[in-house]
Nanobody, 115 residues
């Protein structure tokens, strides 16, 4: 089992920054990829950014140049640094981890960007 605990969400003004954290616990060995997804009310959940164990990253076009995903040295925590936030970034952000054939999700954290 893998448990994911997220933190760092909140309310921020447009142009501001937030840093999301996702800590993995349980059977964390052999986790090969982690990522962040987001879902706004009435919209589909979409990939924001992902990172492999080796450090390869992938970003949605809408966040390139503004968001940065990273992992800590122990590969137990993934971060999402969000800069130059826009109102359209408002959504519930979910952490995802992949281990073997299983996918694990965090509880989600609300990010609200005001105009």
């Amino acid at each position: 089992q893998v448990q994911l605990v997220e933190s760092g969400g909140g309310l921020v003004q447009a142009g501001g920054s937030l840093r999301l954290s996702c800590a993995a616990s349980g059977i964390i060995f052999s986790i090969n990829a982690m990522g962040w997804y987001r879902q706004a009310p009435g919209k589909q959940r979409e990939l924001v950014a992902s990172i492999t164990t080796g450090g390869s990253t992938n970003y949605a076009d809408s966040v390139k140049g503004r968001f940065t995903i990273s992992r800590d040295n122990g590969k137990n925590t993934v971060y999402l640094q969000m800069n130059s936030l826009k109102p359209e970034d408002t959504a519930v952000y979910y952490c995802k981890a992949e281990r073997g054939v299983r996918a694990y999700w965090g509880q989600g954290t609300q990010v609200t960007v005001s105009s």
